[in-house]
């Protein structure tokens, strides 16, 4: 190893790469009793390291984790090449599996097709992902060399500071992506005289950097153009609002971070910001409170998709507030324990729908006409009682509205819930009873009524099962609906396979008419 050994001066800081895993320089100089020099790293791994840089009760330098440091020999030591030296290296070996590699930079995947002419000149990408970068080389070699590249990976690299991306970067002056996850870089000193350097520059990934959010808005002035920022897994925990900065923003990613969530609303006012993933942050509440129940924030005003995976959000009040998002038609939050009272993900899935009225994707999972209706129409039957115990139609009192906030917009499109269906809703946990059920067939009269005893957590498309096994006739082309002995006349739809039949309120001694097509 030992390749391209600085000076003495030039070594502190520097990154380094040692047995495949990669530091950064706090140290050189002798470690007594021992002969001879030695550095002393602070390891990017926590696990790899064996003291906090002290030996035998001296202080040599200080790690952030007390078992983040080691002291090795110069000559295990590599500090990495310049960045055509790799690409020669990389693109000589294999051109044709490194051109038909992916970048994923957020939730964005580019993939790059064979290259017609197979000449540095003509790459659109470079791809040089846990290499050993260490700077641009000689002035002006890279602009001559791969002039054309558009995409540029350098994960994992022995980079140093932002001035050594910048030496390369500036030489590529049509980059638009650039990918810096797991690398250590310093803030630069004097940020305005990088800017140049990224003035094409899109999107950014600069995940597991070990990076603060006020490094980030400190840097953030050379990035004048980027649309895409992904930040997972750093050391972000207190947002600050980007004044001047980042406002050319579309899609941030900050995920993974410790957040403190009372101040996710600094970011807030970001004109362009249409895409947010805030996935296990520790997020358990955000309050839009300069829009009452039920109207719009003027907060996150262009947010289209939101992701709220993986946190800790248990109160349906958290749903409420982001009803009050005017762009929202995104949304995900799987992993977070927002239940519905009878406990089934199904209906919990039906409040989210229902709660956030615009909604097109719900946990990737597209929301069709359909599928909306039924939400809002089950949501509605849900709280029926509750919304005429508050006042119904005449006067609903203000602590049902700030409960349910859309309800009375429902009302408005779907019309009054029947008071005669509904009734208090009870988990299927507490009532699993037997219902004596009579199947009849309106329009073959010559068919004898089916009398059957069922469960009332069947769930409907388990019925049209049984009903295809008894009549030969396929489940999806059967209709049904039901009478109660309550509101003798009147048809109940049941247009939900996968709701029960204890969701309709199917009693025993109840009728369903079969039809079918």
Not at 303 to 308: F, M, V
């Amino acid at each position: 190893m030992g390749v391209d050994q600085p000076d003495s001066e030039e070594v502190i800081d520097r990154r380094v790469s040692c047995d495949g895993e990669r530091a950064t320089v706090r140290y050189l100089g002798p470690v007594p009793p021992t002969a001879g020099l030695w550095y002393g790293v602070e390891w990017d791994n926590l696990e790899r390291g064996k003291h906090d840089g002290s030996h035998e009760g001296v202080q040599y330098f200080t790690c952030r984790n007390p078992k983040g440091g080691s002291f090795v020999r110069p000559a295990k030591v590599s500090f990495g090449v310049d960045f055509l030296t790799v690409v020669r290296e990389e693109y000589t070996i294999d051109t044709e599996e490194v051109l038909s590699q992916e970048i994923s930079i957020s939730s964005r995947k580019l993939k790059w097709g064979k290259v017609k002419e197979r000449s540095y000149e003509n790459l659109p990408s470079v791809l040089l992902t846990r290499s050993e970068v260490n700077g641009a080389g000689a002035e002006g070699e890279i602009r001559e060399t791969t002039p054309n590249v558009q995409w540029l990976d350098m994960c994992g690299t022995l980079l140093s500071c932002w001035e050594d991306v910048a030496a390369i970067t500036q030489q590529l002056e049509h980059l638009e992506g650039l990918h810096l996850s797991n690398n250590r870089l310093r803030v630069p000193s004097e940020v305005s005289s990088l800017c140049r350097s990224f003035c094409s520059l899109r999107t950014l990934a600069l995940n597991n950097c070990d990076l603060t959010w006020t490094q980030i808005l400190e840097c953030a002035p050379m990035w004048s153009q980027l649309e895409v920022l992904s930040l997972e897994e750093n050391k972000i925990t207190e947002l600050r609002r980007p004044e001047g900065v980042l406002q050319s923003l579309k899609n941030l990613n900050v995920s993974s971070n410790p957040l403190e969530q009372n101040t996710v609303l600094s970011i807030a006012a970001l004109p362009r910001l249409e895409e947010l993933n805030l996935s296990k942050t520790g997020l358990s509440d955000i309050r839009f409170d300069d829009a009452a129940p039920g109207s719009q924030t003027d907060m996150f005003a262009a947010l289209k998709t939101l992701r709220l995976d993986y946190n800790k959000i248990t109160e349906w009040c958290v749903v409420d507030e982001l009803g009050k998002l005017r762009s929202l038609v995104i949304f995900t939050c799987r992993g977070n324990r927002l239940l519905s009272s009878d406990g089934n993900p199904r209906t919990a899935n039906q409040m989210l729908i229902a709660k956030l009225g615009k909604l097109e994707l719900l946990n990737n999972g597209q929301i069709l006409a359909d599928d909306r209706k039924g939400a809002e129409c089950d949501y509605m039957k849900m709280f029926g009682l509750e919304w005429l115990e508050a006042g119904g139609g005449s006067e609903t009192s203000r602590e049902f509205i700030i409960q349910h906030p859309r309800y009375l917009s429902l009302v408005q499109k779907y019309g009054a819930p029947d008071e005669g269906l509904l009734k208090k809703w009870v988990p299927l946990a507490l009532k699993n009873q037997l219902l004596k059920i009579t199947f009849v067939f309106p329009d073959h009269p010559d068919r004898k009524p089916i009398e059957k005893k069922l469960p009332d957590s069947m769930e409907v498309q388990k019925v049209k099962g049984l009903l295809n096994r008894l009549l030969k006739v396929p489940p999806s082309d059967l209709k049904l609906t039901y009478t109660t002995l309550k509101k003798m006349g009147i048809e109940y739809e049941i247009d939900g396979d996968l709701k029960t039949l204890h969701y309709y309120a199917i009693e025993d001694g109840d009728q369903v008419q079969v039809r079918w097509s």
